[in-house]
């Protein structure tokens, strides 16, 4: 061996150890970026939330320095907030099941049919992407009440001999729900359904198998971690929008975002909304993590 091969041999061997230390280095150099805004944009507004909600409210003063638990036993001990509570879970609950079905069926569609009917169902999901909730409410006005599109088209086909109203409605509430958390619901379950080879249901088929035994043993367990993340997404996104059913459903449909709304603009206690809010986070946090426990490594990471 000469001796500019020896000194090439020493040389790559003193840089491995030095690329082998810089490689852990290197993804934290690229997520920085955004690591940075979601601590200063995110991060340190929520921890003055949380410690907002253990200020005192005296008065009509927006809050008092100090540290009190008496608004975390408020939430849970007056009658008013816990039912608030129980009825936005229970709303979140139900639309994020119909969102789920819903989105499973379009998504099943699209991933199926050729490419300008798959054009045709991403178009229709991206819509109420592209659309502010405002605009999504004043579309519902025009659709729910006594003289609107669905009155009207149910009494022309004769099916109500009346026309009826279904304004300000829980009906109506868990309709603008299921449509504002719909597309999160389909995109998710059309992206885990295309890394789906389509030739395993024509084997499924081929062996004799009928369409429901097929989804069943096939497509079911194949999509079960997609189903719970997307379940996930639109539970976290119902428990979280509040124009929606304050604006569509009754004076009596109390959620969970329509009394941070009145604690903080309406009684001036900002305490007690900062509370709610961290409330609302923790739930957020408990379902990812809950989501992510019942997920297996390998399908977390494809999801």
Request: with cysteine; proline share 5%.
């Amino acid at each position: 061996m000469t001796l500019a091969q020896t000194d090439s041999t020493m040389s790559e061997a003193t840089d491995q150890p030095i690329r082998a230390s810089r490689k852990p280095v290197v993804p934290w150099f690229l997520i920085a970026p955004a690591l940075v805004i979601v601590l200063v944009f995110f991060g340190l507004p929520t921890l003055q939330m949380a410690r907002m909600s253990f200020n005192l409210h005296v008065d009509q003063r927006l809050y008092v320095p100090g540290f009190t638990f008496e608004h975390y036993r408020t939430l849970f001990t007056n009658p008013l907030f816990s039912n608030a509570i129980w009825t936005t879970v229970q709303l979140a609950l139900v639309a994020s099941f119909f969102s789920v079905a819903i989105g499973f069926t379009f998504a099943i569609l699209a991933w199926l049919k050729p490419a300008r009917w798959r054009l045709l169902f991403v178009g229709l999901a991206l819509c109420p992407l592209l659309i502010s909730e405002i605009a999504i409410i004043f579309g519902w006005w025009m659709f729910f009440p006594k003289n609107g599109l669905l009155s009207q088209a149910l009494f022309s086909a004769g099916l109500i001999t009346d026309k009826i109203s279904l304004m300000y409605t829980e009906f109506a509430a868990f309709v603008g729900l299921v449509y504002v958390t719909l597309p999160y619901a389909f995109f998710i379950l059309l992206s885990v359904l295309d890394g789906i080879d389509k030739q395993i249901l024509e084997s499924s088929a081929d062996l004799g198998a009928s369409p429901l035994v097929t989804f069943q043993e096939v497509l079911f367990p194949l999509t079960r971690t997609g189903l719970l993340v997307a379940f996930s997404q639109s539970f976290i996104w119902a428990m979280g929008t509040y124009a929606t059913p304050s604006a569509l459903g009754p004076d009596t449909l109390w959620t969970m975002g329509f009394l941070i709304q009145e604690q903080m603009l309406g009684k001036h206690n900002w305490p007690l909304a900062s509370a709610f809010s961290m409330l609302l986070v923790v739930g957020v946090a408990a379902t990812m993590l809950l989501t992510r426990s019942l997920m297996s490594t390998r399908s977390a990471f494809h999801v």
